[in-house]
């Protein structure tokens, strides 16, 4: 019998706060301000001011909630309370720091690897046996030393017989010239006959083309002894491939390679975005990971991205007259491409805008207005900026809580006092 009572009074408990809490307001949330309440009997019954919910009504028992105004709910808090209150509304207070724009050396570090001016191959210009190497691996040379020699074979003796036949086409030039000089002697005094001197000039006509002839014979012929002897062509060190003695040299063949030191180049390349300030004749110092360091200009920028990091090649070409620095070696470039109005700003002011854009918000006529910023350098004063009027009230404090166009109550606790 307990039980049953129990039962009993716990069951009038439950239908009691049932029937209270169906007198009550369901809130939906994600509707907006005022437009997410219904009441819990119109949610049951389906619709609103059904039958149940028109005689609780009628009885007073029943709460009744009506909104009276219409919130934006795109507004914030703060425009939301002064399109309520208007003037009355208290303005959001700021504090703005007044920085002026100063000049700012741009530079730009690229990295990237030292490279040799050029590597040429000292070849044989005429086929022949390697009679000697001169030189060895690592070795300076400059240009006239000799590289290798290569057997002479018959070469001195075609030397020998160009120059005889030069002697006797001399010779021969000197007979005609007397021949000539006699002709012309007799015929002045009246014994010999006008005819006989076209004979004469022909005969010395001849003899001189003779002996250009055996001159350019003896030229060649030296010229071809000379080829047995390869010389160095440009300055540099000696590196392989090197050929060995009394192997057998073609025509074009090459005898050593020379890498040529000064100059050298640096090759990197300059991103897409500071493409625009890149041109020659730039001037850019240069480090290597063992330390080296060295100045030169950029000698060259290419007119076509790189199709994988959408950067541009360059060139910077600096002396490098004890080869000091090698050829591959891992090293960064700055390159000064001169100086641009900047502002010097703290990290912590810049922000986002409503469409993302990185900016910073200032104050102009007691408005808030967004600028979008470039950033050119990340020191550890801060970070230099392109985009801003020459002299700006930047927003250094509460810039998230308020918005563009928004009237605020700004504090400059530093006027000019940031330009430095």
């Given at each position: ?295 030169g200009k950029v000698t060259y920028i290419a007119s076509t991205a790189d199709s994988a990091t959408r950067s541009f090649p360059v060139e910077i070409e600096f002396a490098n007259p004890d080869g000091a620095i090698r050829d591959g070696i891992t090293a960064q470039a700055t390159i000064n491409m ?83």
């Open positions: 019998m307990r039980a049953l009572l129990s039962y009993g009074i716990a069951l009038l408990i439950l239908v009691g706060a049932g029937l209270w809490l169906a007198t009550g307001t369901l809130v939906i949330g994600g509707s907006g301000p005022g437009e997410g309440e219904r009441s819990i009997i119109s949610v049951v019954e389906g619709q609103e001011h059904g039958p149940i919910a028109t005689t609780l009504a009628d009885a007073g028992v029943l709460a009744h909630h009506e909104s009276t105004t219409t919130v934006d709910p795109a507004l914030t808090i703060a425009q939301r309370n002064e399109a309520e209150m208007g003037s009355a509304t208290e303005l959001q207070s700021v504090r703005t720091t007044t920085y002026v724009a100063k000049p700012m050396s741009i530079e730009v570090p690229l990295r990237g690897r030292t490279a040799a001016k050029a590597s040429v191959s000292a070849v044989a210009e005429t086929p022949g046996i390697v009679d000697e190497v001169n030189v060895v691996k690592g070795q300076n040379v400059k240009v006239g030393d000799l590289l290798c020699t290569l057997d002479q074979g018959t070469r001195a003796a075609a030397v020998a017989q160009a120059e005889a036949g030069l002697a006797q086409a001399n010779a021969s030039l000197n007979q005609a010239q007397l021949d000539y000089d006699t002709n012309e002697s007799l015929r002045g005094r009246g014994l010999a006959a006008a005819n006989t001197a076209r004979a004469v000039e022909v005969a010395l006509s001849s003899a001189k083309a003779n002996v250009s002839s055996a001159q350019a014979a003896l030229d060649n012929a030296n010229a071809e002894l000379d080829r047995t002897r390869i010389i160095a062509k440009v300055n540099g060190v000696v590196q392989d491939p090197i050929v060995s003695e009394g192997a057998m040299l073609a025509m074009g063949s090459a005898c050593a390679t020379i890498v040529q030191l000064d100059p050298m180049r640096f090759l990197g390349q300059v991103p897409e975005a500071r493409i625009a300030l890149a041109k020659t004749d730039l001037t850019a110092s240069i480090r290597t990971v063992n330390g080296q360091t060295a100045d001169g100086s641009a109005p900047a502002q010097l700003l703290p990290q912590s002011v810049l922000t986002l805008s409503d469409d993302g854009v990185l900016g910073v918000r200032t104050v102009e006529n007691e408005k808030v207005k967004f600028y979008p910023v470039q950033i050119v350098s990340d020191t550890r004063d801060g970070i230099w900026v392109m985009g801003l009027p020459a002299s700006v009230d930047v927003i250094t404090v509460g810039q998230e809580y308020v918005t563009e166009g928004q009237t605020v109550a700004a504090t400059n606790v530093a006027a000019g006092g940031a330009a430095s």
